[in-house]
């Protein structure tokens, strides 16, 4: 059976139109459906592994810094504007934010608001390493399978014999004479009954 026929056939449940299919195209049909379901299972699990690499989970310690900074600089920022004793105030605020932006660049955020957003989404439910490491199993073993019952070989149907006892490769029509020797056409053997006996 072609590889676009299997796949056509997985995409629907067994029907009643499978019930004239050989036990191999049954076999190569379950053998398919199940690599097909084990190989998505896996690239589900290992795409959102890799999102998760992806979109790290800030530390705790490096939030609530991001945090008293942050409280800091407004406290500060009143003083700062102020024309007398400002210059002082807005050194410390710089002295702040840039060690606001080392902290965002260890987390690798642009923002603190970044980073406090990611930490809100950091409660989600992980890749479990036991369920992908099953998944993995599981398309081995779908792919082994697989890969026997392709290498099955089906003996061809034989073909049907003859019912009338005549050669098979006898053209229809043909007759034969008592001794068993062909005649060169049924016209023929007519011929021969209606001709009339010597006298």
């Not at 600089?73 to 932006?101: T, Y």
């Not at 439910?125 to 490491?133: E, H, K, S």
């Not at 792919?143 to 019952?149: K, S």
């Amino acid at each position: 059976m072609a590889g676009a026929e299997q796949a056509d056939r997985l995409g629907s449940p067994m029907s009643g139109d499978d019930e004239n299919l050989s036990w191999h195209e049954r076999e190569v049909i379950a053998a398919l459906r199940r690599l097909a379901n084990a190989r998505s299972q896996v690239d589900a699990l290992e795409a959102q592994l890799a999102s998760e690499a992806n979109d790290p989970v800030p530390d705790p310690a490096d939030l609530d810094r991001l945090r008293t900074i942050s409280e800091e600089v407004s406290a500060l920022e009143p003083k700062a504007r102020s024309r007398f004793g400002g210059g002082g105030a807005r050194q410390r605020i710089a002295e702040f934010e840039a060690e606001q932006r080392l902290v965002l660049e260890r987390l690798g955020f642009d923002s603190a608001e970044e980073a406090f957003a990611a930490a809100a989404d950091g409660d989600r439910q992980g890749v479990d390493p036991d369920l992908l490491d099953f998944a993995r199993r599981e398309l081995e073993a779908a792919t082994r399978e697989w890969e026997a019952v392709q290498a099955v070989e089906v003996p061809d149907e034989p073909e049907p014999e003859s019912g009338d006892g005549t050669d098979a490769g006898s053209a229809e029509g043909d007759a034969v004479q008592p001794d068993g020797s062909p005649l060169a056409s049924v016209s023929d053997l007519t011929g021969r009954l209606r001709r009339p006996e010597a006298s």
